[in-house]
């Protein structure tokens, strides 16, 4: 059974850090793409940042500069380091891979706000 859990989510203060993770299972990791996405209330869902299986890394513009993604073959798992959180940055984030399929994660919240 393929599973995307997502991790890390929360409310922190503008400015503040946070670590999103991603644990995949049922699938071989090592072959897909890892992608994060982004939904916030009423707005269309946006990519966030992409690492490909060679681990060559893509940003929206929003993000450039403060957000890092990177995986982690052997644990099977994907993380976004956050970083001087806007407001704007509030969304649902969602954890995608792939690869010969599409998968998708259930999502966690992050509300920055003070």
């Known amino acids: 059974q393929v599973q995307l859990v997502e991790s890390g989510g929360g409310l922190v203060q503008p400015g503040g850090s946070l670590r999103l993770s991603c644990a995949a299972s049922?699938?071989?990791?090592?072959?897909?793409?890892m992608f994060w996405y982004r939904q916030a209330p009423g707005k269309e869902r946006e990519l966030v940042a992409a690492?490909?299986?060679?681990?060559?890394?893509n940003y929206a513009d929003s993000v450039e500069g403060r957000f890092t993604i990177s995986r982690d073959n052997a644990k099977n798992t994907v993380s976004l380091q956050m970083n001087s959180l806007k407001p704007e940055d509030t969304a649902v984030y969602l954890c995608?891979?792939?690869?010969?399929?599409?998968?998708w994660g259930q999502g966690t919240q992050v509300i920055v706000s003070s």
């Open positions: 995608s891979a792939i690869g010969r399929y599409r998968y």
């Open positions: 690492i490909s299986m060679a681990g060559s890394t």
């Open positions: 049922g699938f071989t990791f090592s072959s897909y793409g």
